[in-house]
Every structure is written in C-alpha cells, then in structure tokens.
C-alpha cells in the first residue's frame, strides 16, 4: 500500500539526510587526517547505499504505480465492451423481451464486478452507462411491472444508504475523517444502485447530497480546527522552553535547590508530555531544542554534585565517628555521665552538613538506634516492669494480629470506623514493659497506617473533632506525649512540603497563559491549587491544635 508506506519512507530519507549532513559537518571537527579521510569513506559507502536502496524503493513505486494505471485502463476497456453490449441489446429488437432483461441483468453484475477505472474518466462512463441503462427501461415497457418493482427496490436500497449517512452525521463517537471516508463509500454504493422511481429521483438524491456536503463541511472544519490545535500545542511548547531556558539561567547554589528544580524541570517535561502534537515541520526540531535544554541542566546538575562528593564523604566520616562513639557508651552504668556526652553527640550530628539520602538513612538509624537502646538500657535500669504491663503487651500484641487478618468490606466509611473502634481500643490499654514499647507501637502505627492509606486519603478527611479525640486518646497514656511530637512532626512535614507544592504549581501556571490552548491545562493546574489549599488549611488547623496540646503536656 503506498499511501501507507510513502510517508515512512520519505521520513526515512529526511532523516538519513538530517544524519548525514551533520556528519559531513562533524568531519571537521576531527583533528587527525587519516582518521578523518576512514570516517568520510566509511560515510560515502554508507550514503551509496542508500542511494542504492532509494532507487530501488522508486523503482519498485513506479512499477507498481505502473500497474495500477494498467489495471485501470483494462478496466475501462472492460466497461466500453459492456457499454457496447448493452447498446447492442438496445438495438436489437429481435431479442425476446425476458432474454434482453436477464442478458441486461448480467450485463448489471459484471459491470459491479470490474474494478475502478481511470478518474478523469469515471464520472463519463458512470453517465454513459446511465443513459443506456434509461434507454433499456424504456425499451422494456411491457416489462413496466418488473421495472417498477426493481426500482422501488433501489429507492428502498438509497433509503437504506440515505439513513447510514445521516447515522454518520448524527453519531458524535465517529471522527469526521472516518465519517469522510464513509459516506464516500456509501456513494460508491450509491452508484451502483439502479434508478428509482422518476418522482422521486430528485428527492432521494438531494437527501443524500445534503448529507454528503455536510460531512465534507464537517472534515474540512475538522482539518482546520486541528491545525489550529497544532499552532497552540506549538505555542504552549514554546512556553515551556522559554521557562527551561529561564531555570538555565538561576544560579543554583545549594542541594534543596537543586532539588526543588530538579522537581520543577520534571513537571515541566510531564506538561510537555501532556501536550498533543504540533504542526509537522516543527515536531522534530522543537523537541531536539527542548532536549537539549533539559541535558544542558541535567549536565550542570551532574557537575555539581560531582564537587560535592569531597565534602559529602567528610560529612559521612564526622557521623560515623559520633556514631561509633555513641555505640561504645551503650551498655555503660555512668548514666549521668554518659547522658550528657549522648545529648552532646546528639547537638554535633545536628551540626554536620548534607550528606545523600541513601546514605544518610542508614547512618541515622544506626545512630538513632544506638541512642535508644542507651536511653532503653537506663530506663530499664532505673525501672521494673509490671505484671500489668505484661498482659498489656499481650492485649496490644492481640490486636496487631487483628490489624493483620482486617479486610476491608468495600465500604469505606464502614471501614474507617472499624479502624477507628481499634485505634480507641489500643489507647484504651495501659502501658506495656518499657523494652516493648517502641517496638509495639512502632508496630502498631506501620499497621494502623498502612490500612488507613489504603482508604485514599481517609486520614487528611479526618473531622477537626475526631482528630482531637484520638490526640486527648495519645496523650492520656505513657510514652504519648514523644507520640504526640512525632504526630506533629509529620504534619509540619507535610504542610511544608504541601506549601512548597502550591507556590511550585503557582509559578508553572505563568508560561501557559499565553497559550490558547493550555486553557484546559490552566484549568486542571488551578483546581489542583485549589484542593490543595483547602487541605493545607485542615492540616494547619490540626497541626495548631497538636501544638497546644503538646505544650500542655509537657507543663503539666
């Protein structure tokens, strides 16, 4: 099919052009001529065959286009031979009337069997036959009866085709290019109909020409209409290079820039994804300019954190020093000494300066786990567990193993609530032995969080009254109080981060108000600032309230 395969080829060899006279540039830049004259070589064989290969694929075109013309030109020899036929069965009065109307309907079906034929000479033919086939009803006369009936048979059948195009016309799920194609299959169809009764001739036609002009109207429109989309796309692409270009220009001086643009060049390349095509000529070179762009910053990003790396590893051998330190006093019984030199290892480490996350994790769970089981190990020393503490644990332990066997039953409030009656019945149980406690409630909280994500965000819909209760349930027991500041440290957390996210969303929406077409985006972009300020204001509210509580507790 060389409609379908024209196209590819001939992007094939824009390409090949496009690669081959950047390499015919590049050969200059080699500094060593017999490496230079190898590569021009290696080039030239490489251009002859393709030439080679072109003049092929144009030969196998032209041969096939050959055939094609061929086999149109045979089929309007066919079709005069069937002209001559029925103007001879016209001229013929010797014929008896049914042999000259079953020899006619023969005639009918090989004429419907033969292929299409020239273009400049259909349209002549199809009138041609027309007349002749005029002529032949009104030689049968005496065959009126039949005549009438074939032809209400073929009014019945341009009914049929009449009401398919007006489907075409009416059903929205159909793009006008499919619609176009259609209805000119339809009137394909249309043509190898027979006529219809004279009165209504006129009619039937301008029904289904009407149709017909409208869908032209409407894949004209459309091919209008989608350039124009093009043209926006095009602008709004423009839009984000020039912000690319603006990032380029900032002196990016510090990790947490880096990676709040880091973040920012990443929304921009999910918008440009976003955007539908645009104008042919320009799709090639727009992206190259908006690649580079972004490996010109990824280059930049690289090259500065390579520099960092000295100083990264000299914050790494300052924490594990402090750590190393830290785990030599574990098991000592100088409390009171040893607890203001761990509270003064704690106060460097907040010291030291950026060190990767990866890295930086391990390290601080290493020393935050050492820290711990020092405090653990002096609790322990100073304190004894209860019998009450014990079967605690077991009651707590009791209801990890129902967190673990919950299913949800597709209700999500249902579901909420269950979670909930847990939640209240775990702060309703005492404390547990002091070297449990960490694990279980850390236990408890992956679990009772875990399930609460799994509702979609639940959590940030908590009510401003059930978000106090479950706080007053914390604070009532041992050990909520540290709870409590983790609770509030992760709303802190989450406001920053959620404020970082609206003013980032907030500046991306400047480079597309320029853009016809980015209306829908700006759209989607305000209602996602939207959301997100009305839940920043519920977090703000709640984290206000923690921060009163907790001051409380700790005066009291």
């Known amino acids: 099919d060389l409609s379908y395969i024209r196209p590819r080829v001939l992007r094939l060899y824009d390409l090949h052009q496009l690669i081959y006279e950047n390499e015919l540039k590049n050969l200059s830049n080699i500094p060593v001529e017999e490496d230079r004259q190898k590569i021009e070589e290696n080039l030239k064989t490489k251009k002859e065959t393709f030439d080679q290969l072109w003049k092929q694929y144009l030969g196998k075109k032209k041969s096939l286009k050959d055939q094609y013309i061929k086999s149109l030109e045979e089929?309007?020899?066919?079709?005069?031979?069937i002209l001559e036929q029925l103007k001879n069965i016209i001229d013929n009065n010797e014929i008896p009337l049914k042999e000259a109307f079953d020899h006619f309907n023969q005639i009918q079906e090989e004429w419907k069997a033969i292929g299409a034929v020239p273009h400049n000479k259909a349209n002549d033919l199809w009138m041609r036959f027309n007349h002749y086939v005029d002529l032949f009803y009104k030689k049968v006369e005496l065959l009126k009866e039949?005549?009438?009936?074939?032809?209400r048979k073929n009014l019945e059948a341009k009914i049929e085709?009449?009401?398919?195009?007006?489907?075409?016309?009416?059903?929205?799920?159909?793009?006008p290019k499919d619609a176009y194609r259609q209805i000119y299959e339809l009137f394909d169809q249309w043509k190898q109909i027979g006529p219809v009764p004279k009165d209504k001739k006129d009619e039937i036609w301008e029904r289904f020409q009407t149709t017909l002009d409208k869908i032209k109207d409407n894949y004209r429109n459309s091919i209008e209409l989608q350039k124009q989309r093009r043209e926006n796309n095009l602008e709004a692409k423009k839009a984000i290079i020039d912000k690319m270009k603006y990032i380029l220009s900032e002196e990016i001086v510090t990790h947490d820039d880096w990676?709040?643009?880091?973040?920012?060049?990443?929304?921009?390349?999910?918008?440009?994804?976003?955007?539908?095509?645009?104008?042919?000529?320009?799709?090639?070179?727009?992206w190259v300019e908006f690649k580079s762009l972004m490996d010109k910053f990824y280059q930049n990003k690289k090259e500065y954190y390579e520099i960092l790396k000295i100083e990264?590893?000299?914050?790494?051998?300052?924490?594990?020093?402090?750590?190393?330190?830290?785990?030599?006093?574990?098991?000592?019984?100088?409390?009171?000494?040893?607890?203001?030199?761990?509270?003064?290892?704690?106060?460097?480490?907040?010291?030291?300066?950026?060190?990767?996350?990866?890295?930086?994790?391990?390290?601080?769970?290493?020393?935050?786990?050492?820290?711990d089981q020092f405090f653990a190990n002096k609790e322990m020393y100073y304190a004894n567990l209860a019998t009450a503490e014990v079967e605690n644990l077991y009651k707590k332990e009791a209801i990890l193993k129902e967190l673990d066997d919950f299913q949800f039953n597709n209700n999500p409030k249902e579901d909420l609530e269950r979670l909930k009656a847990i939640q209240r019945q775990w702060y309703e149980i005492g404390n547990v032995p002091y070297k449990e406690r960490k694990r279980i409630q850390d236990t408890f909280r992956q679990k009772i969080n875990s399930l609460?994500?799994?509702?979609?965000?639940?959590?940030?819909?908590?009510?401003?009254?059930?978000?106090?209760?479950?706080?007053e349930k914390i604070l009532e027991h041992s050990g909520g109080l540290k709870e409590a500041k983790s609770e509030l440290y992760n709303l802190n957390n989450k406001i920053k981060k959620l404020r970082s996210d609206i003013q980032t969303w907030e500046n991306n929406l400047s480079f597309f108000k320029s853009s016809a077409n980015a209306e829908l985006l700006l759209q989607e972009y305000k209602k996602k600032i939207d959301n997100a300020k009305t839940d920043l204001k519920i977090l703000e509210e709640k984290a206000k309230y923690l921060r009163q509580a907790v001051n409380e507790s700790e005066k009291n």
């Open 312 to 371: 990264w590893q000299e914050n790494y051998n300052k924490k594990l020093s402090i750590i190393k330190q830290t785990e030599k006093l574990v098991n000592s019984n100088n409390w009171k000494k040893d607890t203001q030199t761990i509270l003064k290892l704690q106060e460097e480490w907040k010291k030291i300066g950026f060190i990767p996350a990866e890295k930086n994790e391990y390290l601080w769970h290493r020393f935050r786990s050492a820290c």
């Open 146 to 151: 039949m005549i009438e009936i074939d032809q």
């Open 161 to 175: 085709l009449c009401e398919k195009a007006e489907s075409l016309l009416m059903d929205e799920t159909i793009s």
């Open 259 to 286: 990676q709040k643009k880091t973040n920012e060049v990443q929304d921009l390349f999910n918008v440009w994804r976003s955007i539908g095509p645009v104008p042919k000529e320009y799709n090639e070179s727009i």
């Open 452 to 471: 609460f994500d799994q509702l979609k965000g639940v959590r940030i819909d908590e009510s401003n009254d059930e978000f106090k209760q479950r706080i």
């Open 75 to 81: 089929n309007y020899e066919k079709k005069l031979a």
